[in-house]
Structure formats: C-alpha cells, structure tokens
C-alpha cells in the first residue's frame, strides 16, 4: 500500500431498502413492504451501535470519506442519516475536508428531503437518474420520469454545491445517434461529476432470466466496447475528464474521494446489511462482512452490538486479486510499488510486459502499471491474467 495512503479511512454505509427491486439489479436490496413502515429510530440505533463497535480499529485516524449507498439511501429520514454522521463524528472523527455522499432517486418523495440531508452534514449527492428517456426509464424500471429527474436535479442544485448523477448507456436497441443526443442533454445540466455504466446482464436478476429466454438482446461486445470509446472521447472533448472508467469529473476537485478510496484499495468501515470493510492493522489487512438479511442483522445488532459474518486476514493473493481490478481502473494508475507492497513477488514482469507489447498497458515506464484506452473494456480479463 502507498505510505500516504495508510492513513486514509473510509466508511461506507449501507441501506438496503428500495419501494422496488430494478429488473438489472444484483445488489442486496429487498424491497419494502407498504403496509410496515420502516422503524427510523431502530434503523438509526442500531447503525450506530455497529459504528460504535468498528470505531476502536480507527487505530486514531480520522474519516476522510463517508458513502451512503443501497438500495435508495433517500429513502432513510434525515434524522436516521444525521444520528449516523454525528456518530462517526464522534466515535471516529473527520478531517477538514471530508467528503459525505448519499445516493438519491430522483422520486418526487425523496427529492423532497434534499435540504434535510444537506442539514445533517451530507455536502455531495449523487442521483441515480439512469436514462433522460421515457422508454428507456420504463424498460430499466425505474420508478421516476424524466420531468421528475429534471425537478430533483434542479432541487438538488440548490441544496449542494458538489452534485453527481448516473446514466446507463449500451442498452438494448440503444442507437449511437440517441445516445449522443442524451448525452448532450445531460451535460447541458451542469453536473459537477458524472458517472457512465454500460448494462450488464448480471447472474440472478430478472434481465438475466429475460436475456435467457430471449426478450431482451444485450449489445455484444465489440459493439459496447465501441460505445464506451466514443463516450470517453465525447466526455474528454467536453472538458469532462475520465479520471476512472466509467466516471468523469468537471474538475478535479469533484472526483468522488469516497470511490477513489476503493480503487487504491485504502481502508474503509462498512456497516448495515451485507457491507463489506476493509481494515488494515499491524501490517495485516482484513476483510469483513455484515449479515445480508436486514432483519437478522437489526436482531444481531441489538444483541450483540454488530452483525459480522465473516472476518478474515487476507492472503497476499487475495490481497492481490482485490487490489488489481480496483486499481487499474485509474486512469493514470498506480505505481508498481503499490502492488508490491500488497503482495510481494507475486505480479509477473513478463506478463506486465507482454501485456504492454500488446498495447493492453502503457509503456510509460517500468514502476508504473496503466492501462491505455484498449485495454480498458477488458480489465477484469488483464488483472486475472495478471494475478494467475
């Protein structure tokens, strides 16, 4: 790990709760039940208690990032979210310039809370808009329309001075001429950062089930690797740079430090169902997970103070095989040294090398790892090449 690094630590807080799951979802949301209430104050306590509980592996460092992600964090009352930031406050402690961002739907209900949120200490959110068309906002199941979008970004605005959304791009019938025309409508609305996904057909999901039985016809290959180049040139004529794969910034001072934090493989506390932390302690990095079903976890919680499921030393080649599909995602990469510290001997300098002979990484020296625009719609390929 990068010696300036080791000092800086995460926390990310997970909510898992949507009124909806969306049919291209993997992630563990469970939607909510109309008839129960979600208990706001059982939420915010025990949140806190399991913070409480992580607090001492600070070691004395203070937060330099805090992530609201689900799930639909705007759906938690903005008293849940400020009992959370008051604790880590507290228990943990901020650096000046820390950043705080919650993940929003642009649903007329949750735009509503934006000044709340921004009350409680949240100064960056990040929408998930998806699509700037209709048909597209109903194929994916998203519960909002664009006027709706529209409307939560103009709130959004006036609440916080550092405002992210995401779109998803390479759908199914998607031409590049309307993509292109998208694209431009939401570059016209001024976001300080924007984050670019390509659909993917994930295991378990209902577009998986669709794909199977032919519904629905994902792009193939060659063609979303032609989107993303596009849109990565169209984004970097327009003074939005790609500091990340699928995420660009209008300036520097607007790239997500939160997601950075992951991508250099640095610390981070994860509480709520199913988050995941990664904690380094004497030299040892470790890696825990957080019951999945968000019942049990409130019981354990309660009872115990934390839901932990696993917590584990991790090897130099686990250490290895997380750390290389993060970092290389950089757009400027990390240095070798970084990799080596995580994992001593273990990265092949042939392999480095014959992987920049193929022009997959760039040649700009030998004790940095980069990897160039072909080599970036296959890096999950290049880092298990790397690690084997």
């Not at 903005?78 to 739907?105: H, K, M, Q, S």
């Not at 921004?118 to 048909?135: E, F, T």
């Not at 990390?334 to 273990?346: I, K, R, S, T, V």
Request: with cysteine.
């Amino acid at each position: 790990m990068l010696e300036a690094d080791q000092f800086r630590l995460g926390l990310y807080v997970h909510w898992p709760f949507c009124e909806k799951r969306c049919p291209y979802c993997d992630f563990n949301v469970h939607e909510l039940d109309p008839d129960q209430p979600t208990d706001q104050a059982r939420w915010a306590a025990a949140l806190s208690a399991e913070l409480r509980h992580f607090a001492p592996l600070a070691q004395g460092r203070r937060l330099t990032s805090i992530f609201f992600g689900g799930g639909t964090p705007s759906l938690m009352a903005p008293e849940t979210v400020e009992a959370v930031i008051d604790t880590a406050r507290r228990e943990i402690g901020f650096l000046n310039n820390i950043e705080i961002t919650l993940e929003a739907n642009p649903t007329s209900a949750d735009a509503d809370r934006f000044a709340g949120y921004r009350a409680a200490g949240v100064n960056r959110l990040s929408l998930g808009i998806q699509s700037l068309r209709p048909d597209a906002l109903l194929a994916l199941g998203r519960q909002h329309s664009v006027d709706e979008a529209l409307a939560a970004l103009e709130l959004a605005r006036s609440a916080f001075d550092n405002l992210s959304f995401d779109l998803m791009y390479a759908r199914p019938r998607q031409d590049r001429e309307d993509w292109a025309a998208e694209l431009d409508q939401a570059l016209a609305l001024r976001p300080d950062h924007i984050s670019l996904y390509q659909l993917t057909i994930e295991p378990n999901t209902i577009f998986e089930q669709l794909a199977r039985k032919g519904i629905i016809r994902p792009k193939e290959d060659d063609e979303t690797a032609d989107f993303y180049h596009w849109t990565r040139q169209h984004l970097s004529a327009a003074s939005f740079a790609g500091y990340e794969v699928s995420n660009h910034a209008a300036a520097p001072t607007f790239e997500s430090a939160h997601n950075r934090l992951y991508w250099a493989y640095q610390d981070y506390i994860g509480i709520g169902p199913g988050a995941h932390g990664r904690l380094t302690s004497d030299g040892a990095k470790t890696a825990a997970r957080q019951h999945r079903a968000p019942s049990v976890w409130l019981d354990q919680v309660e009872a115990q103070g934390h839901a932990t499921v696993t917590h584990e030393n991790l090897s130099a080649e686990d250490r290895l095989a997380e750390a290389l599909p993060f970092g290389l995602r950089l757009t400027e990469g990390l240095p070798l040294a970084h990799f080596e510290a995580l994992a001593p001997g273990l990265l092949s300098a042939g392999k480095i090398e014959a992987l920049r002979a193929e022009g997959y990484l760039m040649a700009r020296d030998d004790d940095w790892l980069q990897v160039s625009d072909e080599g970036r719609p296959v890096i999950d390929a290049l880092a298990r090449y790397l690690q084997s």
